[in-house]
C-alpha cells in the first residue's frame, strides 16, 4: 500500500507544480514604446495572451507639435531653397493612431520569441505649417496654412520579445511595413501681404507648389489670393521599424 501512496504524492506534487509554472506566465502585457519618445512618438501598448502561441495586442499613440517625420529627405531635396527650408522648418503635425495586431509566436511560448503580426492601424493628423515665400517686392511673405485627415492601413510585423524575470518583457518592433487608403491633405491659408503680389509673383507661386515632389503623392495648387490652398493626395504608407517596448507581465 506504501506504494501507491507514493506514487499519489509524487503525481500531486507535479500537479502543483504545473499549476504554478502556469500562474508565472501571466496572460498580459503592458508596455510603453521607449524609442518613440525619442521621435515625440508617445504609444502605450495591451497584450493579451491568447494561446500558447498566439496574442493580440492594441496600442495607443499620440506625437504632439512634432517635426516632420521625412524632415531630414525633404531638405536633402530643398536644402538649397531658403523659402522652402523655412516652411519645412516651421512644420509640425499633432497624430494619433490605433493599431490592432495579432501575433503568431513561433516558440509556442506565448509572449516570448520571435512573431509575426498582420495588423491594422488608424490615423488622425492635423499639420500646421508657415509656408513661406519671397515675391517680387522682395519682402518675405507668410501663409499660415493648416490641413488634416483620417487614413487606414494594413500590414505586417516581424518581432522578438524577451521575458526577463516574470514580470518584466522587452519587445523589439523589427520591421513592419504597410499599405493603406488614398489620403487627401488640403493645406489652406492666406498671405496677409497678399495686395503686394503681381499676377507674375501668383503663376510662380502656382508653379513652386506643384513642383514639390514627394514619393507617390500629387500636389496641386489653387491660388485665389488671399486664399492659398494646396492639396496634397496619395496612399497612407510607412514602416514600422526598430521600435523598442519595455513592458510589465501582471
Do not use: C
Not at 519682402?139 to 496654412?145: E, P, Q, R, T, V
Request: hydrophobic content about 40%.
Amino acid at each position: 500500500m506504501k506504494h501507491p501512496q507514493i506514487f499519489t504524492s509524487l503525481v500531486s506534487l507535479l500537479l502543483i507544480s504545473r499549476i504554478a509554472q502556469a500562474q508565472l506566465v501571466t496572460p498580459t502585457v503592458v508596455k510603453v514604446n521607449l524609442s518613440g519618445a525619442v521621435f515625440k512618438n508617445y504609444q502605450i501598448q495591451y497584450e493579451r495572451v491568447l494561446t500558447p502561441r498566439s496574442t493580440i495586442t492594441v496600442t495607443a499613440g499620440a506625437s504632439i507639435d512634432a517635426p516632420l517625420p521625412f524632415k531630414q529627405a525633404l531638405m536633402d531635396q530643398y536644402g538649397e531653397n531658403d523659402d522652402a527650408v523655412r516652411a519645412i522648418n516651421r512644420t509640425l503635425f499633432n497624430k494619433y493612431t490605433g493599431t490592432l495586431e495579432y501575433r503568431f509566436y513561433f516558440s509556442g511560448q506565448a509572449p516570448r520569441g520571435w512573431y509575426i503580426a498582420p495588423f491594422a492601424r488608424y490615423i488622425n493628423m492635423d499639420i500646421s505649417q508657415d509656408y513661406t515665400y519671397t515675391p517680387s517686392d522682395g519682402i518675405l511673405h507668410h501663409a499660415h496654412m493648416n490641413a488634416k485627415f483620417n487614413a487606414f492601413g494594413a500590414g505586417i510585423l516581424l518581432g522578438h520579445q524577451w521575458l526577463i524575470g516574470n514580470r518584466v518583457t522587452l519587445d523589439l518592433w523589427l520591421l513592419g511595413p504597410f499599405y493603406g487608403t488614398n489620403v487627401t491633405a488640403d493645406f489652406v491659408g492666406e498671405d496677409p501681404l497678399w495686395k503686394n503680389l503681381k499676377p507674375a509673383d501668383i503663376t510662380k507661386l502656382h508653379s513652386d507648389i506643384e513642383n514639390t515632389t514627394l514619393p507617390g503623392y500629387t500636389t496641386t495648387a489653387t491660388i485665389a489670393v488671399p486664399l492659398i490652398e494646396a492639396k496634397l493626395v496619395g496612399p497612407y504608407y510607412g514602416v514600422r521599424a526598430f521600435g523598442v517596448g519595455l513592458g510589465y507581465r501582471f
